[in-house]
């Protein structure tokens, strides 16, 4: 049982504030925004600095709107200085939902040739977060990547090919579109899962259909965010009750694969040539 609600300060200060003020307002047993500095969790979308002063504040949780802004060092440097002390959240959209959901709760055992996904978001800033969260919902239902390599990459695109266990072929690709939008295709000897994400509106179920001998099921619709899933496991964290799957310590080897791939962001780069002329 929750002990809550939690208090929370919101200081993304970007795209991402309104998007997670709207999830939280729908968790009111579990979290209440406020602008103190001793709040028990912060959201944060800035620099390793940034994040590490949050850390000094003594806050049980930071959410990382967006981690991809980080290098290998920064969440080695991170990690070392959380320890137990403080839980570094990642809020992921895929991962999440295909997780709660029953129907993908034997996949890894599966016999699967193809692993296909595509994103489609918003920004090309946003290309590393989509590799993110293809690679999160790949483990999750195959249970492993390898042998990652970049086929095509530019501005508004990337396409990765990778394998996974029994010799299942990825393909991870993302495009720049005005959708907000993932979709993947699972195809196995026996049974086939297309799945379908929608993020334009946060309460917007997944759909995700499993077809075998049988014929067709879909699963029920969940009008429930992945953002808003890892919220409310975070409050269940913050009491100790449970330990929250979402976290950077369980994703570092995967952000540490999208900055190899990808390289390191374009604002980034932005950021360092600013400083440089500074």
Known sequence: MIAGPFTVNIDAGDSDDPLHSGVLATLPEHWRVVEADDAAAVLTAGSAEEI??????????????????LGPEDIERLLARARDKVILAVPLELGPRLAADALTSGTKTGGWSIFDSLGQVGHHDDLHHALLEQLT???????GVE?????QQSDTHYVVSAKGPGSAAFTLAACVTRR??????????TERFEIDVDLRAMAAPMTLTRYDANGAVRSWPVHQSGHRLVWAELAAA????????????????????????LGPRDDI?????ACLVC
């Open 238 to 261: 913050i009491t100790g009750a449970t330990e929250t799957a979402w976290s950077l310590r369980r994703m570092q080897e995967d952000l540490k694969l999208v900055r190899r791939l």
């Open 137 to 143: 919902a790949a483990r999750l239902l195959l249970g």
């Open 269 to 273: 780069r932005r950021r360092s040539r």
């Open 52 to 69: 590490a002063a949050a850390m000094a504040a003594d806050h049980k949780a930071i959410v990382l709107a967006d981690p991809t802004r």
């Open 180 to 189: 907000r939008h993932f979709s993947i295709d699972l195809v196995g000897t």
């Open 147 to 151: 042998q990652p390599l970049v086929l």
